[in-house]
């Protein structure tokens, strides 16, 4: 483990989009930051090289959240070459092609529920492991990335993909509760129709412009107006936050 002093901060997906936002933002701000990825490793290594050049520590590393092999690996490592976490930010997720619940199979539920749900129980699991003062930790925080789809549902587009974050919303509860006086505060953002290479897997890359009018504030977001509300539940301005959540949503 290096003598590092900086507070240490595991991004998941933070390759791309809210996740590499986040991750920039957050060195800038004096975290060191391992940077997760599953298959962009150029870009993983590029948002390292912006953070390092911009005289932040960083390191990217290669995992599957989904596979708990993998999760306690990448926590090894993060351990090895940054020091134990003292934020997370789980923000990687999935979606698949826009369709109704009626012609959704059981691989495409399995692969959505095992990043978007199993991948943040494991990866907020060996963070309190590391954290938790009752585990002679230091205390830590945690933000989950859910979606306004938690409450919206995305009737005719993803169901599955709702309902996953409807799972991270009730993780944030459950354990905000359950960790909370050992150190621990656990929350959530739950952003809406961010720019992001996210909504091509959907089918549709340009669906934040289909829907930004339709919005109160008629554009779509940032993945840096994310990012920002992902900072400030992290930091110590929001010493007493917990269990809470964050719409990101433009008015929606
Ligand atoms: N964009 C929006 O409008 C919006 C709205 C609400 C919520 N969100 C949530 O915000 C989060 C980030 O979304 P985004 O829009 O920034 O998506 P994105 O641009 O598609 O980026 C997704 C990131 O997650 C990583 N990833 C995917 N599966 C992974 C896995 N199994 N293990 C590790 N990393 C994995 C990707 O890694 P690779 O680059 O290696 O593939 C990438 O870094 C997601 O949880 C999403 O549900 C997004």
């Known amino acids: ?120 129980f494991l990866c907020a699991r060996e963070a309190v492991r590391r954290m938790s003062t009752r585990r002679g930790g230091s205390g830590g925080a945690i933000v989950n990335v859910s979606s306004a789809a938690s409450r919206l549902g995305s009737a005719g587009e993803y169901v599955d993909y709702a309902s996953s974050k409807g799972a991270l919303d009730t993780l944030t509860l459950g354990l905000s509760k359950e960790v909370a006086s050992e150190g621990i505060r656990v929350n959530a953002v739950r952003p809406g129709f961010i720019r992001t290479e996210i909504h091509a897997s959907g089918g549709e890359a340009d669906r934040v412009e289909r829907i930004a009018k339709s919005l109160p504030m008629q554009r779509g977001g940032e993945p840096d107006e994310v990012a920002q509300a992902i900072l400030w539940l992290l930091s110590d301005a929001a010493s007493y936050v917990t269990g809470s959540f964050i719409d990101i949503a433009g008015g929606r």
Request: net charge negative; hydrophobic share 45%; glycine share 10%.
């Open 1 to 120: 483990m290096s003598n590092n002093r900086r507070p240490v901060l595991l991004v998941t997906g933070g390759s791309r989009g809210i996740g590499a936002a986040t991750a920039r933002l957050c060195a800038a701000a004096g975290y060191s930051v391992c940077v997760n990825y599953r298959e962009a490793a150029d870009a993983a290594r590029q948002v390292v090289g912006e953070i390092e050049s911009a005289g932040g520590q960083g390191h990217a590393v290669r995992a599957d959240v989904g596979v708990e092999s993998e999760v306690e690996r990448l926590f090894e490592l993060c351990d090895e070459r940054l020091g134990p976490v003292t934020a997370l930010v789980n923000n990687a997720g999935i979606l698949e092609q826009q369709m109704r619940v009626d012609e959704m199979d059981a691989d495409r539920l399995r692969r959505v529920f095992a990043v978007n749900v199993v991948g943040a």
